[in-house]
């Protein structure tokens, strides 16, 4: 039985932490920071709820060379990825789990200017 599937996610957010860059052993970038996506609605009293999901985001390769360069903590982004979740077990023999957005695609909705370049524009 051959049955297809598929793992895309897209997310509009803003960006909750300033992007932070490591390289692994083998020299790849990858690039982590949180996004932020947020949804309301109207509770069974007609009062207004608001809701802040929170998603981690890890980027690889050339990708994560321009999330580290480009984006910032509250930037406005769309992005596509794909859910993946890691498995493990602590000190204690307590079982974690972990689940990321590993993103493949990366489009600003707004620029954030950084220090140095608006002190060479005034």
Known sequence: MHTKSVNKVILIGNIGNAPECRYTSSGAPVTSFSLATNETWLDSENKKVNNTEWHNIVVWNKLAEFANEYLSKGQSIYLEGKIHTSSWSDKEGNKKNK???ICSNIVPL?????DKS?????
């Open 99 to 101: 689940i990321e957005i």
């Open 110 to 114: 707004e620029w954030k200017s950084d």
């Open 118 to 122: 608006d002190k060479n524009h005034k």
